[in-house]
């Protein structure tokens, strides 16, 4: 796909965790539970807020491609904004 992260785990022989939220969960188990809070309502709201986020990285690096093209669509960076101020 070009835009999912990717984290290759050393001495693993070449395994590869891909997308955020797998990456994030490897890490918190791998890590001794650091990432996510051990409190059930904010890790809530702290996993709310990082879905959001990639959402809007996601969108966000869309919407920079769109503007580089040579002819980039009105109508497509005015839905986008659209879409931005509902969130």
Do not use: C
Not at 21 to 39: K, M, Q, V
Not at 44 to 50: E, I, L
């Amino acid at each position: 796909l070009g835009t999912v992260p990717s984290l290759i785990i050393p001495g693993a022989n070449g395994v590869t965790i891909q997308d955020s939220t797998a990456i994030l969960e490897y890490l918190h188990d791998e890590h001794g539970g650091r990432i996510w809070p051990s409190d059930h309502s904010a890790r809530t709201k702290v996993r709310a807020a990082s879905v959001l986020a990639e959402g809007l990285m996601t969108n966000t690096v869309s919407w920079y491609l769109e503007t580089q093209r040579k002819a980039p669509s009105a109508e497509w960076l005015s839905e986008f904004l659209e879409n931005l101020d509902r969130t």
